[in-house]
């Protein structure tokens, strides 16, 4: 069974602090996604990724294929950024999540 | 504009009422999903279809029923709703499970009482 685990749950932080959240998975994936869902609840894509390091301004995600693990780093974190950061992955015919990591980051 | 359109947005059913929740995509996809999202959990794969023709269960199929009507659609019924349905449910779809991001409708709240 493939299992997907984020941590932390929950994260505080102050506005200009860099943020990391972390993501393991439990068998070989054809790819790694991460996704960001909003208090209004939409959930949009922010990278997808099977090797190495994406970066999107403020938004830096890589992935390590042998250990199983990936993790999504906000920069300068800013209010706007709160919200739930989603992992998940791609395997055989499904995309499977894990449970999220409510952010909250304070001025 | 291209993207995930689901509907309906919002929805009260009686115990025991059905309906369909229709989910269509633009974007040429080949793989479509049906996920429900509970307070405290993930989301959790109801049914999905890899490719048009062909659907697949998930982690929590019981009271579902799905139809890829054709490549642009994947609709979910609920035959005979009940309480433990109430939810809210979301579609993606994502061209090939080893290429290219997922795109999500809006998300259908779904309250049976």
């Known amino acids: 069974k493939n299992e997907v685990e984020q941590s932390p749950q929950n994260l505080t932080a102050q506005e200009g602090e860099f943020i990391t959240i972390n993501c393991s998975y439990s068998?070989?994936?054809?790819?790694l996604h991460w996704l960001q869902q909003h208090p209004g609840g939409g959930i949009v894509s922010l990278f997808m990724?099977?090797?190495g390091k994406k970066k999107h301004g403020r938004l830096i995600a890589t992935i390590n294929i042998q250990e199983k693990h990936s993790s999504l780093h906000i920069t300068a974190s800013h209010p706007r950024d709160s919200a739930v950061y989603i992992c998940?992955?791609?395997?055989?015919?499904?995309?499977?999540f894990g449970e999220g990591t409510q952010l909250t980051v304070n001025p | 504009n291209a993207g995930v359109t689901q509907t309906p947005k919002f929805q009260v059913l009686k115990t025991g009422q059905s309906m369909t929740l229709q989910c269509a995509q633009d974007m040429n996809h080949n793989s479509m999903y049906w996920y429900r999202q509970d307070p405290g959990m993930g989301l959790r794969l109801i049914y999905y279809?890899?490719?048009?023709?062909?659907?697949d269960k998930g982690e929590v199929p019981n009271g579902y029923n799905v139809s890829r009507l054709n490549k642009r659609e994947f609709s979910l019924r609920l035959e005979s709703a009940a309480p433990s349905q109430t939810s809210v449910y979301f579609c993606a779809s994502i061209r090939s499970l080893s290429a290219g991001e997922a795109f999500f409708g809006q998300g259908t709240r779904l309250t049976v009482v």
């Open positions: 990724l099977s090797s």
């Open positions: 279809s890899a490719s048009e023709g062909t659907t």
């Open positions: 068998v070989g994936i054809s790819a």
């Open positions: 998940a992955e791609t395997s055989g015919s499904r995309l499977t």
